[in-house]
């Protein structure tokens, strides 16, 4: 990433970060709303991305081939800039979580991503890809070598101005809601941690031939789950 974008993003993000805050407010209402009720769930969470974190993001997707040249391209590309987490207990409640997330009045769902183990879907994600195939929802299937399993929903809070003041527009009008057991909870921080914040480490190489050996593990994971 060439400085000048840096510099940009750095002038942006502290710009707009009072507008992140109040949608991660209104991110935390509606989840403890959604939750409060449901034994089901382990725990949710909310957060705001730190700017280290961001511009660790942007320099990666560049890497990866993505041309992004502007701070409007990096809104367009970053879903997460609000991300949420719910972690189930037991895999088998995330299809009626599905549903009801699908179904909730105070959110739209823009996307949904599946994440799964190549080879390996299982009957409950296989299920909740089924769902979202028979709906107006842009759904992306990404098949994860290290294992990891989880539901990724881009969501548009709604409605906004009746939480928002009518002067002024909300700049981020989507967030992240990331569904998962608690068993993957553990897992993707594994793979978060040495694969995506691990790239410039020595050991990065033999990181992944371990992580490929420990796919396996995570099919297992699934299994126990």
Known sequence: MDSKLELDIRRKYSEIYPELDALALWVRNTLSELCFHD???YNYKIRIKEIDSLLKKVDHLIKSGERINTVEQVID?????VGSRIILFFPSKLLPLHT??????????KKVTVHYQAGFTGPVIQDVINDI?????????????????GVHYVFAPYPVDAYYHSDKKLMFEKFELQVRTI?????????HAVIYKGESR????????LLGQFSTLAKSLNDSD
């Open 183 to 191: 068993l993957q909870e553990a897992w993707s921080e594994v793979q």
């Open 100 to 109: 009801t997330l699908i179904n909730f009045q105070r959110v739209k769902v």
């Open 202 to 209: 020595p050991d990065y190489d033999h990181a992944l031939i």
């Open 39 to 41: 034994r089901h769930l």
């Open 133 to 149: 195939g028979v709906r107006e929802i842009e759904l992306e299937e990404a098949i994860n070598k290290t294992g990891y399993t």
């Open 77 to 81: 590309s970053i879903n997460d800039l």
